[in-house]
């Protein structure tokens, strides 16, 4: 079965800092990956995927993640966090596949923008 | 934008008792998913629904737990017989297809007294 780890759990920024948050999953085979932001008493929000193609995928608020499948990780970027980022960061993978496959998440990283 | 609503936000019952957690997916999506997350734990997947049967589940999802799509617009979890570890945050999600992500609902958390 598949596993993600993320590396921290808990990161402190100012703002117009930049930020990566790292994200590693096991899998041998091809896997879509997930990034996934829970602001403050809020639902999971897509920040961004990616299933194939270009490894460097920008999503949603200026985020942007790579995928390196040498590595098998899909860190999470922001080159200037804004106060308003302060939330918990998820990533996530299933395996490539039928469109009933589960997500399998990581513990999160919970983030705080200082101003 | 389309959301999925899930109901209630916020639900306490007792030990033993059965509960219905309700969720309202995208009207046009086709996958159905059932995930909850213990306080301080990472979110786990439970159960995938797709063409009015389940798909996959997890080993979380065991003889307690069914669900339920009973008129084309709910998608129902039903656990039956509560036990207080149960106590946690449901989500429910929704897909249109394999090549989209997965839309959650906000959330209902449960409390098992």
Same mark, same amino acid.
């Given at each position: 079965a598949q596993s993600v780890s993320q590396h921290n759990h808990h990161v402190i920024l100012s703002e117009a800092a930049s930020l990566e948050l @790292?994200?590693?999953?096991?899998?041998?085979?091809?896997?879509?990956? !997930?990034?996934?932001?829970?602001?403050?008493?809020?639902?999971?929000?897509?920040?961004?995927?990616?299933?194939?193609?270009?490894?460097?995928?920008? @999503?949603?608020?200026?985020?942007?993640?790579? !995928?390196?499948?040498?590595?098998?990780?899909?860190?999470?970027?922001?080159?200037?966090?804004?106060?308003?980022?302060?939330?918990?960061?998820?990533?996530?993978?299933?395996?490539?596949?039928?469109?009933?496959?589960?997500?399998?998440? @990581?513990?999160?990283?919970?983030?705080?923008?200082?101003? | 934008e389309p959301e999925v609503t899930q109901t209630p936000s916020h639900q306490v019952t007792q030990m033993g008792q059965e509960v219905i957690l309700r969720c309202v997916p995208i009207s046009n999506h086709l996958y159905f998913y059932w995930y909850r997350q213990i306080l301080g734990?990472?979110?786990?997947?439970?159960v995938s629904f797709y063409n009015n049967e389940i798909s996959e589940k997890s080993e979380i999802f065991d003889d307690q737990f069914s669900v339920e799509r009973p008129d084309g617009s709910n998608f129902t979890l039903k656990i039956r017989s509560t036990k207080l570890e149960d106590s946690a945050m449901y989500f429910c999600a929704s897909r249109l297809d394999s090549f989209y992500g997965y839309t959650f609902g906000s959330g209902t958390r449960l409390t098992v007294v």
């Open positions: @790292g994200c590693n999953y096991s899998y041998g085979g091809t896997v879509n990956l !997930f990034w996934y932001v829970q602001y403050p008493g809020q639902h999971l929000q897509l920040l961004l995927k990616y299933f194939s193609g270009d490894p460097l995928v920008k @999503g949603i608020k200026g985020f942007e993640a790579e !995928f390196i499948k040498s590595k098998f990780s899909f860190n999470l970027r922001k080159p200037s966090v804004q106060w308003s980022d302060t939330a918990e960061y998820f990533c996530a993978v299933t395996v490539s596949g039928g469109g009933a496959d589960g997500l399998t998440f @990581g513990k999160g990283t919970h983030l705080i923008i200082q101003p | 734990q990472k979110v786990e997947f439970l």
